[in-house]
């Protein structure tokens, strides 16, 4: 069992940066694709971004490259997800999960655990 707690969000201007991070419960954290989703009012939770188990298996959604970076540190059981230059279309809601699954990591029912998601809001 594993559990998430995201941290990080916040109001925000357009331009602005922000750091999500995601702790993990239990001593297996390496062990566990992270992935960063988002949901909006109204819409569906989205792939933003996913991190394997190797230092450079990271995938962003096409929306998000450029600006979004997932890393993770092992060692504090953590997920992180700098964001750089908010635009106020990434208002949402930001979750993320884990999985064992080491493939399909864009897709949400790849995902076994989801934290209870952190608020991130961009004024234009």
């Known amino acids: 069992q594993v559990q998430l707690v995201e941290s990080g969000g916040g109001l925000v201007q357009a331009g602005g940066s922000l750091r999500l991070s995601c702790v993990a419960s239990?001593?297996?954290?390496?062990?566990?694709?992270m992935g960063w989703f988002r949901q909006a009012p109204g819409k569906e939770r989205e792939f933003v971004a996913a991190?394997?188990?190797?230092?450079?298996?990271?995938y962003y959604a096409d929306s998000v490259k450029g600006r979004f970076t997932i890393s993770r540190d092992n060692a504090k059981n953590t997920v992180y997800l700098q964001i750089d230059n908010l635009k106020p279309e990434d208002t949402a809601v930001y979750y993320c999960?884990?999985?064992?699954?080491?493939?399909?990591?864009?897709?949400?029912?790849?995902?076994?655990?989801w934290g209870q998601g952190t608020q991130v809001t961009v004024s234009s």
């Open positions: 999960g884990a999985t064992l699954r080491t493939y399909a990591l864009r897709l949400i029912r790849s995902y076994d655990y």
């Open positions: 239990g001593r297996t954290f390496s062990t566990y694709g």
């Open positions: 991190h394997g188990l190797g230092g450079s298996d990271t």
